[in-house]
């Protein structure tokens, strides 16, 4: 997660950009390229040479030569003005850094030599995405809308408590910031201005807000949705090259290209007899829903915003045992594309592209065995058996396609 630089965490840089750098028609298949500057990530840094590659948000690569006259200045995440930018050094730059290198790019758009350098430096991105996620887990909700009031401009979504599925109706006022995943978009930073009206029955959505202390309303300050798509699969081939692996579908029985990009989230669901010590400090599935030495994951959960209420389990649990699919899917270690192999059964999220064969994943979770093990032990005593996986695993437990920012 942290190395995935997100836009929305150097907002303030394009902000300020927006206000040095006017586009000109000749430069719009690059919007991160203009006549006064180049925005990107470093990718390579030479200090004995004085150069830089950065590779902008469009994908263009550009060589920035530095002089002994550039100055370099340090921006923090959310400034959107020089008033409290920090003099640096060359030296101060570093891999994985965002930067607007201002001056004039060369006439083919590859080379630059700015007179001055702003950085907004990896740590601090890192360090205020984690504050923003931790927000989002704290004050969050998640989960699917299940009805529309355009009247009154209320949302009404399911979402999945320690006490079972819950009813929230989310009012929309005009403060609310809402923002929407595009088709075959896959980064929570690249969900585009939205309103009530895009918003659809079905979609998933995560809010940031307060929840009444009865919980059956929730004030939100932001709201993302989306329309996904989650299907169960199992592999049949990789192509770490394209980026892409065939599967066949659990449901339909037909074949499936997911396409991997660099942004995508795969993460690897444990075995069942890792579950205890890896979420529940060894006291396996059911045991209570604690971490290690049995505290809770993350804190009480039941104080949390979705996370449970009075008398139930902390980490998702229902009183006496049990626990959060959602919050563990969240916690799992990421894997590389390359851990995947031929015969793994995996669960992938995407959103609804122009191609249902094709789809761009956004979460990629291998070892759903475990899953549908997990969600067969969730069944009432007697009554349980294994679910099936060709009524879309993951379409009611839990919720894959939106992440965290």
């Known amino acids: ?109 590859k080379s630059i030599a700015p007179r001055m350098v702003i950085v907004m430096t990896r740590a601090d991105i890192a360090k205020k995405q ?49 923002r929407r995943y595009a088709p075959d978009s896959i980064k929570f930073s690249d969900a585009k201005v ?15 807000g307060n929840r009444s202390p009865d919980g059956p309303r929730f004030t939100a300050e932001k709201i993302v949705t989306g329309s996904f798509r989650t299907v169960s699969g199992t592999v049949s081939a990789i192509n770490v090259g394209s980026g892409e692996v065939s599967i066949q579908d659990l449901q339909t029985k037909q074949p499936l290209t997911i396409v ?6 795969l993460r690897r669901f444990p075995p069942m007899a890792e579950l205890g010590t890896m979420f529940m400090g060894g006291r396996g599935p059911g045991g209570g829903g604690g971490g290690p030495g049995g505290q809770p994951p993350h804190g009480n959960r039941s ?33 590389a594309l390359a851990d995947l192999k031929a015969g793994d059964t995996i669960v992938v999220s995407s959103t609804k592209g122009a191609d249902i064969n094709r789809l761009t994943a956004i979460t990629l979770v291998t070892g759903a065995d475990t899953l549908l093990n997990l969600m067969a032990a969730r069944q009432p005593q007697g009554g349980r058996q294994m679910p099936d996986p060709g009524a879309g695993l993951g379409s009611g437990e839990f919720q894959i396609g939106i992440g965290l920012p």
């Open 1 to 109: 997660m942290v190395q995935r630089l997100s836009k929305s965490l150097s907002l303030a840089l394009f902000l300020l950009a927006g206000i040095l750098i006017q586009p000109t028609p000749a430069q719009t298949q690059d919007p991160s390229i203009n006549q006064n500057g180049v925005i990107g990530e470093i990718k390579a840094f030479d200090a004995a040479a004085k150069q830089l590659v950065v590779k902008t948000d469009g994908g263009s690569l550009v060589a920035v030569t530095l002089a002994d006259s550039t100055t370099y200045l340090r921006l923090a995440p959310g400034e959107t003005s020089l008033t409290n930018a920090t003099k640096i050094t060359m030296t101060d730059l570093g891999e994985g850094d965002r930067v607007f290198a201002r001056g004039v790019p060369s006439e083919d758009r």
């Open 130 to 178: 984690e504050a923003e996620r931790a927000e989002w887990r704290r004050r969050g909700i998640l989960g699917v809308v299940s009805a529309l009031n355009p009247a009154t401009k209320e949302i009404t979504i399911s979402t999945r408590t320690m006490a079972g599925p819950q009813e929230v109706i989310i009012p929309v006022s005009d403060t609310v910031e809402m």
């Open 194 to 208: 939205s309103s009530f009206g895009e918003l659809q029955v079905g979609d998933q959505l995560r809010a940031l």
């Open 260 to 265: 991997i990009k660099q942004d995508a989230v």
């Open 303 to 335: 104080q949390q915003p979705g996370g449970g209420g009075p008398g139930q389990e902390p980490g998702g649990g229902r009183p006496g045992g049990g626990f959060n699919v959602q919050e563990m899917l969240e916690r799992l270690p990421t894997i």
